[in-house]
Nanobody, 119 residues
């Protein structure tokens, strides 16, 4: 069984930075796309950023030039560096991975990590 374990959330002041990590445990699979989503109270979950296996990235407009997604394929780990944080970035952040076992693809999710931006 594969688990995605997230870390790095917390409380930060506006303008501050946080770095989220998400690692997939287990063996016998490869990972295609990795992504970060977020869900604020009363709102739908939304895509923040995604990165393909080859390194191509895409970002939501509301985080461009502030957040950077990266990955370490050898460690099956995805990162989200968040700079210039704003109160509206407050949400639970979830990582997601497209996992391949042979020719079968699974979509896995982390448990979520709370990010709170407040003075």
């Amino acid at each position: 069984q594969v688990q995605l374990v997230e870390s790095g959330g917390g409380l930060v002041q506006p303008g501050g930075s946080l770095r989220l990590s998400c690692a997939a445990s287990g063996t016998g699979f490869s990972i295609n796309a990795m992504a970060w989503y977020r869900q604020a109270p009363g709102k739908q979950r939304e895509l923040v950023a995604a990165i393909q296996r080859g390194g191509n990235t895409n970002y939501a407009d509301f985080v461009k030039d502030r957040f950077t997604i990266s990955r370490d394929n050898a460690k099956n780990t995805v990162y989200l560096q968040m700079n210039s944080l704003k109160p509206e970035d407050t949400a639970v952040y979830y990582c997601s991975m497209e996992r391949l076992v042979g020719i079968v693809q699974y979509n896995d999710w982390g448990q979520g990590t709370q990010v709170t931006v407040s003075s």
